[in-house]
Antibody
């Protein structure tokens, strides 16, 4: 059974930094493309970014609102995905979900973690 | 970015009802359309890919159709466990974008 468990959320002041972790199990993590998707309170879903498997280059892509501030990385030896968030803004307040990313007709998000709540407020 | 809209934003229905949710893309996305279900307080669950193909384990009362810019998700006979919010997502171009959701309420 695929499991994704996020941690590291919390309350942070604007301009601050936070790192989220996502521990994966139930599949071969090193082979998987992984994404972060966020959901602001009472709002819809927004893709944050992805990291490809090392076999596919290990490169990252980001949504425009977070590009240059957020960094996605992975440690395949620990089956762990990371999201480093810098220069946080109040509009970054959201639940951040770690997801596996598959591909058929374009990218799809087939397994999701429960999410980590990040609140950016002074 | 491709904008996704959904209608209605919410609907009230009863167990056994047939429910249809519409998703529209701001430009043609062929069949690059996925659907997700999110129950209150839970993570989203992947339901349908390529507009009409059910993910393994998804009950057959769910179906999807459409191509181009107009898509529908239909629940043929609503069950108690189907009360949730449903999101569409396009995978035609980057970044992948989601619709705002349709809440199905009792």
């Amino acid at each position: 059974e695929v499991q994704l468990v996020e941690s590291g959320g919390g309350l942070i002041k604007p301009g601050g930094s936070l790192r989220l972790s996502c521990v994966a199990s139930g599949f071969t993590f090193s082979n998987g493309w992984m994404s972060w998707v966020r959901q602001a309170p009472g709002k819809g879903l927004e893709w944050v970014g992805r990291i490809k498997s090392k076999a596919d280059g290990g490169t990252t892509d980001y949504a425009a609102p977070v590009k240059g501030r957020f960094t996605i990385s992975r440690d395949d030896s620990k089956n762990t995905l990371y999201l480093q968030m810098n220069s946080l803004k109040t509009e970054d307040t959201a639940v951040y979900h770690c997801t596996t990313e598959g591909y058929t007709y374009g990218p799809l998000f087939d397994y999701w973690g429960q999410g980590a709540l990040v609140t950016v407020s002074s | 970015d491709i904008q996704m809209t959904q209608s209605p934003s919410s609907l009230s229905a009863s167990v056994g009802d047939r429910v249809t949710i519409t998703c529209r893309a701001s430009q043609s996305i062929n069949s690059y359309l996925n659907w997700y279900q999110q129950k209150s307080g839970q993570a989203p669950k992947f339901l349908i890919f390529a507009a009409s193909t059910l993910q393994r384990g998804v009950p057959s009362r769910f179906s999807g159709s459409g191509s181009g810019t107009n898509f529908t998700l239909t629940i043929s006979s609503l069950q108690p466990e189907d009360f949730a919010t449903y999101f569409c997502q396009q995978g035609y171009s980057s970044p992948p974008t989601f619709g705002p959701g349709t809440k199905v309420e009792i």
